[in-house]
Structure formats: C-alpha cells, structure tokens
C-alpha cells in the first residue's frame, strides 16, 4: 500500500506524556495543567502550535485484543495527558529556555512523572483527511512500541506507507496527525523533582491522533472488520498498541500565535 494522503510536514514537534500527582486529586492536577501551568508554555517564544490533550481518567484500551501485541494499558503506566508542541523551526527550543525554566519549576505542583519525546524534523504529518464543514466530536490517541528486531527504518517505514493508510481507509476520519520518536533521552526534558523513569522495554516509536465525528464513530471504527484486519499486520512490527480515549483537545497557540482563551476542537 502506498501512502497517498496529502499532508502538512511540521519542521519539529514535541510531545510531553505527563502523569499527575496522586496525592491529590486528579481533576485537581488537571484544571492546574489547564490554567496556570498552560499559560507558563503558551509564552513560549517560537512555537507554532501548542495543544494538550486530555486523557480520559478511565483508560483500559480501545484497541482490540491482538496476539502478542499488548493492546491493555497497564494501570501502573496509564498516561493522564499530553502536551503537544509543534516549533516553527529546530532552533525554536533554543529560545524558549527561559519558559522551560519556569515550567520545570511548576511541574512539581501538578505533575508525579514527565516524558518527552520529539520526532526528526519534518517527521510530524498532518493528514486532510476532513471535509470543510466535518467538525470532530471524538478522539482517540495511539501509541505504538517496535516490536525487538524490526530496525528502526523498517518501523518507521511499514508506519508510513501502510498502518496509517489503512487507518485512513478504515473509517471517515475527521483528523489524522502521526508522529515518530527519535530514540528516548532523558536529558531533553530532565526535569527536577518529578520522575523521568521510562525502562527500554516500555517506551514508545510512534504515535496516532485519530478524530471522529462523534464517540460512536470511535466505537465502530475500533470494533470494524478492517481495524481487525490491521491488528493482524501489526503484531508483526509492533510489540503495544496503546489506544486511548481522549476527553478534551485544547489548543492555546495557533500559527504562531498565543490565543486569548483556549480553544476546544
């Protein structure tokens, strides 16, 4: 299969998996990552896009039963959000470490655990895959993790040119971004006082952002005939397919500019 599907490349992206604290409550953690620590990360000079996605608290998997392939997402790892930066060019990080700064200083306040991972540039694709007028009532966001000896080139190719095609083919999709990680390395985002813990065997190579039209969309298109058939192929390449509910996107820098008020879409 070929990927035909036009995309917008991005020249660098970045997302944040972010864990809350538990001795609080987690809607607590939740509303602070929303207000106060946002508006820390939306001053960030350079950004083209920066967007968090909220996961629902109750996360068991949307991605159905395949062999070999861990499709349940285990509690202990169970991701509550992420945070999505797209930079206007590579060196935009460099500019923002006065942000970064104050952000890592805040991260002790909401945050237990903080991974980052970033894909190479021009890595990050934005599908049209949307009409004009299609709004997107429901989301899902997948992980993936290559399975022990499948390379890197071979991962990232079968990724491209048929999982996230067949994806599109699957259902009418509202909104489809991908992203591939470069290998993990806590010194991008080593925070203080918050863990960075992430063993070799549970990181992640690539991820997802599926849109629906609404949350029945979602439920048919993981229970379809060709989402099975897809399960199928990917155990070969993939060793985890963590699919998660998302409960809210919000969107607080667009085309490079800061919004006054967060938008849901």
């Known amino acids: 299969m070929t990927n035909t599907i036009p995309f917008t490349k991005k020249p660098f992206a970045s997302s944040i998996l972010l864990w809350m604290r538990t001795d609080q409550p987690r809607q607590q953690g939740m509303e ?4 106060p620590h946002s508006k820390i990360i939306s001053a960030t000079p350079g950004m ?31 991701i509550d959000g992420v945070a999505d930066v797209t930079f206007q060019s590579v060196f935009s990080p460099l500019l923002g470490r006065k942000q970064t700064r104050l952000a890592f200083a805040d991260e002790i306040n909401v945050f237990r655990r903080t991974l980052l991972y970033a894909g190479p540039p021009n890595s990050t694709r934005w599908y049209h895959v949307a009409r004009p007028d299609e709004q997107t009532g429901a989301r899902a966001l997948v ?10 080139r071979r991962f990232r ?8 095609p067949a994806l599109a083919k699957a259902a009418a999709l509202t909104e489809l971004r991908t992203e591939v990680f470069m290998p993990w390395n806590e010194k991008l985002w080593d925070s203080p006082d918050v863990a960075h813990d992430n063993p070799a065997d549970q990181r992640f190579h690539a ?15 993981f229970d379809s005939a060709a989402i099975a058939k897809l399960s199928d192929e990917v155990s070969a390449f993939a060793s985890a397919v963590h ?23």
């Open 32 to 35: 602070h990552w929303k207000g």
């Open 48 to 78: 083209d896009e920066y967007r968090q996605i909220h996961l629902a608290a109750a996360n068991p998997g949307l991605w159905p039963a395949t062999p070999g392939v861990e499709t349940t997402i285990p509690a202990d790892r169970r």
């Open 143 to 152: 992980f993936l993790r290559r399975r022990d000896g499948v390379g890197t």
């Open 157 to 164: 190719k079968y990724f491209a040119d048929e999982f996230v």
């Open 207 to 221: 991820s997802v952002m599926l849109g629906f039209a609404d949350a029945s969309a979602r439920s048919s298109f």
């Open 243 to 265: 699919a998660y509910e998302v409960s809210e996107a919000l969107t607080y820098v667009t085309d490079g500019a800061v919004l006054p008020h967060y938008a849901r879409n």
